[in-house]
């Protein structure tokens, strides 16, 4: 069953370094998403992503985030200066169209501490 | 998205049926209603969808009601693998899904 594959599953970085969370959505998927999860914590949606550029974003994805496909394949995630508070598990998920009757479909996380 | 209303928490013993509920009453005509479930360190898994009809997959069953302002996620026989959180999303905007708190499921050996 094809599946969202996410690298690295976990990572661990010193506050203010660049970050760069990778994904390789569904192969013939055309949106995208990054949500993230801090422990304990419910899961947030940070950005959708459709026809190489962002279609929606939260209040949680600020100038810090940004996002990329930079091939066919894969799907990236960078957070410019982490913070503490960006601790947290990031899912990638991605579906075949935008009816909701589509399925979304998400990768196992990286795991992101922040120290 | 539509705003759903899960009970915190559930039990369950292992090869019985589990009825998991979930209360929509603003969920419009157009709303899919989707099930996720989350095991311990892992990412949302994708259980089941549906729009009015009832809906049978190899992972479960999902009852809605006449009225679509309620629907049931049903396990036949649960397993100590079905142990997890599930959430209950009702979709509106056809391009993301809003997570709750969603139901911990504990299954007793």
């Known amino acids: 069953e094809p599946e969202v594959t996410q690298t690295p599953s976990h990572q661990v970085t010193q506050m203010g370094q660049e970050v760069i969370l990778r994904c390789v959505p569904i192969?013939?998927?055309?949106?995208f998403y990054w949500y993230r999860q801090i422990l304990g914590q419910k899961v947030e949606f940070l950005v959708s992503?459709?026809?190489?550029?962002?279609?929606?974003k939260s209040e949680i994805f600020d100038d810090q985030f940004s996002v990329e496909r930079p091939d066919g394949s894969n799907f990236t995630l960078k957070i410019r200066s982490t913070k503490l508070e960006d601790s947290a598990m990031y899912f990638c998920?991605?579906?075949?169209?935008?009816?909701?009757?589509?399925?979304?479909?998400f990768g196992e996380g990286s795991w992101l501490t922040v120290v | 998205d539509a705003k759903t209303t899960q009970p915190n928490s559930m039990e369950s013993n292992e090869e019985e049926p589990v009825h998991l509920p979930c209360n929509h009453s603003t969920i419009s005509g157009t709303d899919y209603i989707h099930w996720y479930r989350q095991l311990p360190s892992q990412g949302p898994e994708y259980v089941i969808h549906?729009?009015?009809s009832n809906v049978n997959n190899r992972m479960a069953s999902l009852a809605i009601a006449e009225d679509r302002k309620s629907s049931t996620l049903i396990l036949h026989r649960a397993t100590l693998r079905d142990a997890a959180v599930y959430y209950c999303i009702g979709e509106t905007s056809g391009s993301r899904l809003t997570f709750g708190e969603g139901t911990q499921l504990t299954v007793n050996p």
């Open positions: 192969s013939n998927h055309l949106y």
């Open positions: 549906g729009l009015t």
């Open positions: 992503f459709y026809n190489n550029e962002i279609s929606e």
């Open positions: 998920a991605s579906r075949a169209g935008s009816h909701s009757g589509n399925t979304i479909y």
